[in-house]
């Protein structure tokens, strides 16, 4: 499975991402998480209204990253998470 994320949105003081995954069409929220041996990001999907009222007023986001990085919102993820799951950072 090729998947190709394009980060558009950039808010590194609130560390977090909106984008679009290039193949699909799917809009997502990233957030960077850690499992003690690796850094990597966990993107969960967005519809396109949400993207642009993110995209717009990023600030609006920040209650839905920090679900996100509650695990509140699992079933949103575009990538499943394997057995060493890492945490937010």
Known sequence: MT????????????????????????????IPVSNGMVDYEEYYEIDRVTFDLFSHDPDAALPFVSRCRRR???????????TNRGAAI
């Open 3 to 30: 998947i190709q994320f394009r980060d558009i949105v950039v808010r590194p003081e609130h560390m977090f991402t909106l984008g679009v995954e290039q193949i699909s069409g799917r809009f997502y929220v990233s």
């Open 72 to 82: 509140e919102l699992d079933g949103l993820l575009i990538i499943p998470p394997g």
